[in-house]
């Protein structure tokens, strides 16, 4: 058992294999956050906490005459808004006379068997080896009829620990739901560092990192998305925690739409983060009865450094969010034909480049924009999904069947949740744009976005997606985003407070009810690159296009910085032409197809344009592809050396610690250089390795200790694929 009760149903310990997550339900019935660290014994530590009376921070009226009892300083799993604690609140209520307050108390728990659903959206799910534990605490409103139930899920050998909040309204009269986030954490001691993912379109997620101090350092969101300019994953670590040393606790949020993660310090030089839903034109009516749940929080801990923590969200992603036939299944090589084509092509274009493809051993080819509608360029046809049969010379079923004969699966690319004004379901069903009455929308790619809340959209996608992948052989679904979302009015929900959210639960639904109808279906997530790169998209879509930039320079910060939380086989990553599209920059084809290995790998160019040596290097990466598959989707990943230096360098070792592959990247070039020095990690420290580099045999010990030097000068962008294999 994980989850431990004890001092009469007072003291919480979650404990799994490394970390414990203490809580004390006070006196005064106050939930308490007492500790989240390495683990310890089950000792109440409550009482690391110093009361003292601090001016102007009041007290509750239980506290009597003792000043020294102030929620203002007290840490808390449940922080709520308007009584008295002036820090970051998790809970904000306004009730029908107008007042904002709410204040929870502890009721009581249930310990539930495995792992919880969110109703309405992803969350981590229990799987064949490791079955979750589920900790439910409820609290009370001291002056109104709701309650909320704080739920606690625990993956013991996974080192995660996971948090949402139910809140109900038992009450005659409604309520409104101003702010409902996830998820605090309060730490009352010690100095932190928050890294966020920051960015932008074809250049996501940075890594930035900044010392947490009184001014409130956010990461977030308002685009309706959870964006290519801030990821919803933040890590809180040690000053000085590196890839090897130090405490770092991770904070995840299983949700594609709005976010909110904060961190900041209090008077008292305590640390507050809190994650959630962004309260931003936020407003949720609860009538009786009703409830809201917020997403999950994902957290985990390491006491060892930044690689661990990343590792322990690779495997609770990999194990228990990823779902369907290709969590495990070896994905295709596909070829996809956008920076090939654009929009100019036609049946036998694609046709050359299938054939080229099969015999080069791509395994599949992918149809993206521009199949369907009236739809030359990106200003029109969003929204008629019937296929452009005269632009293809052919239906798509005799397209697919032909692609199917040359031996290689077909893919297609869609993008549902949006809708062209220059469309025939725009002209039919303007309502379902979303949009304010009276005034005249924002435009971007000049396209509106469908209004996912609704019934009605939803099952007019899920029939036109139905009747072309019923009708075609289709294997694989490309499902692409290219706008964020503002002008918010639903003509069917109206209030602009609900509409954010009710747009996220309609897209989880469709995304489900696609993923229960094509089960065997390989979706690829989309959002104008990683746009929606997420772990609630991970839910649906095994892998997600990583970023429209290909540039294999460029891909090196942008897959390190996704590296942090996601798992390499979650990122899609294509050999393009060079110069590259994107920044103008030539690489060699060898550099973009290492770059492009660490990553569910594929192309996207037409190799009838490329020369007979780099269809050569076609068969060899290949060769590689399938080679290091397994090293590479289902090994340990380690960072080695972050972009920004003369190389780039990360590493994949497997779990019996028999093979390692390390790839390394010349990002600059000098006169005269000094010699490249790589560290190698991940070893067995007692077994003999041949090193491909030189095929020289050492131990773990003196590899790991000693690194590798290379006898030999790299040119700029040149790269290497190095490998360790043990020797008995
Ligand atoms: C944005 C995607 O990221 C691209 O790969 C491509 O599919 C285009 N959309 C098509 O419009």
Request: charged share 25%; glycine share 8%.
């Amino acid at each position: 058992m994980a989850i431990h009760v004890t001092q009469n149903g007072r003291l919480f310990h979650l404990h799994t294999a490394d970390s414990t997550y203490q809580m004390y339900a006070d006196e005064k019935d106050v939930l308490l956050h007492t500790y989240y660290g390495k683990r310890i014994e089950e000792e109440n530590l409550s009482d690391l906490i110093y009361r003292a009376d601090v001016g102007f921070s009041g007290n509750p009226p239980e506290a009597g005459g003792d000043r020294r009892y102030s929620l203002d300083c007290l840490p808390q799993e449940l922080p709520s808004s308007g009584v008295g604690d002036f820090r970051s609140d998790c809970i904000r209520l306004r009730h029908q006379d107008g007042s904002a307050a709410a204040d929870f108390r502890y009721e009581g728990y249930e310990i539930l068997p495995g792992s919880y659903r969110v109703p309405g959206m992803p969350a981590l799910y229990d799987g064949e080896e490791e079955q979750g534990e589920t900790l439910v605490i409820s609290m009370r409103e001291t002056a109104s009829a709701v309650t909320v139930r704080l739920f606690y899920g625990v993956f013991e050998k996974e080192n995660v620990i996971t948090r949402t909040v139910r809140v109900e309204n038992h009450g005659k009269s409604e309520v409104l739901l101003e702010e409902c986030l996830s998820c605090c954490l309060d730490f009352q001691f010690g100095d932190y560092d928050l890294i966020t993912f920051p960015g932008r379109h074809a250049m996501e997620r940075n890594v930035e990192r900044a010392r947490v101090g009184h001014a409130r350092l956010e990461a977030s969101s308002i685009r309706g998305a959870s964006s290519h300019q801030c990821n919803p994953a933040v890590i809180l670590c040690a000053p000085e925690a590196t890839e090897d040393f130090g405490d770092c606790y991770g904070l995840c949020l299983v949700y594609s739409g709005n976010f909110v993660a904060s961190a900041q310090k209090d008077q008292r030089e305590q640390t507050r983060v809190v994650m959630g839903i962004n309260p931003f034109q936020f407003s949720f009516r609860l009538e009786e009865g009703e409830a809201f749940d917020a997403p999950q929080v994902i957290l985990s801990y390491s006491d060892s450094g930044l690689t661990k923590l990343s590792r322990q969200y690779h495997r609770i992603l990999q194990e228990h969010m990823c779902r369907g036939k290709y969590r495990k299944e070896k994905r295709p090589v596909l070829i996809n034909n956008w920076e090939a084509t654009y929009f100019n092509f036609d049946g036998d274009k694609l046709a050359k480049i299938a054939e080229k493809a099969a015999k080069l051993g791509i395994e599949m080819l992918v149809l993206d924009d521009g199949w369907f509608g009236k739809r030359e360029d990106d200003n029109s046809g969003l929204g008629d999904w019937f296929v452009n049969e005269k632009k293809l010379g052919s239906s798509l079923k005799e397209l697919g069947e032909k692609i199917h004969a040359m031996g290689m699966k077909f893919g297609l690319w869609f993008e549902p949740e949006m809708i062209s004004e220059d469309s025939d379901l725009y002209r039919a069903h303007p309502d379902w744009a979303l949009r304010i009455p009276g005034r005249e929308p924002n435009r971007s790619r000049n396209q509106l976005v469908l209004d996912m809340s609704r019934q009605d959209v939803r099952d007019y996608l899920l029939k036109r997606l139905t009747d072309i992948l019923s009708d075609a052989p289709i294997d694989y679904v490309k499902w692409d985003v290219n706008r964020n979302l503002c002008d918010i009015y639903s003509h069917v929900h109206g209030r602009s407070g609900e509409v954010y959210h009710r747009h996220m639960l309609g897209v989880y639904d469709l995304l489900e009810r696609f993923c229960a109808r094509f089960p065997d279906i390989l979706l690829e997530g989309c959002s104008g690159g990683g746009g929606r790169f997420d772990a609630a998209m991970l839910y649906y879509s095994p892998q997600i296009w990583c970023s429209d930039n290909t540039d294999a320079i460029n891909r090196l910060s942008i897959q390190y910085g996704t590296s942090f939380f996601y798992p390499v086989s979650m990122v899609g990553s294509h050999v393009s032409a060079a110069p590259n599209h994107q920044t103008g920059r030539v690489t060699s084809f060898m550099t973009r197809g290492h770059v492009a290995l660490s990553g569910s790998f594929g192309y996207e160019l037409d190799l009838n344009k490329v020369s007979e040596e780099e269809q050569a290097l076609v068969k060899e990466q290949i060769g590689q592809f399938h080679q290091y598959y397994d090293l590479i989707h289902e090994g340990d990943y380690y960072r080695i050396s972050p972009p920004g230096g003369r190389f780039c360098a990360w590493e994949f070792v497997d779990r019996q610690r028999a093979h390692a592959l390390l790839t390394l990247v010349m990002t600059s070039a000098e006169g005269n250089p000094v010699p490249v020095h790589t560290t190698v990690k991940g070893l067995d420290a007692n077994r003999q390795y041949r090193c491909s580099y030189d095929n020289s045999i050492k131990s773990g010990k003196s590899w790991m200790n000693g690194g590798l030097t290379l006898g030999k000068a790299l040119k700029e962008y040149e790269s290497l694929l190095i490998t360790w294999e043990a020797v008995e």
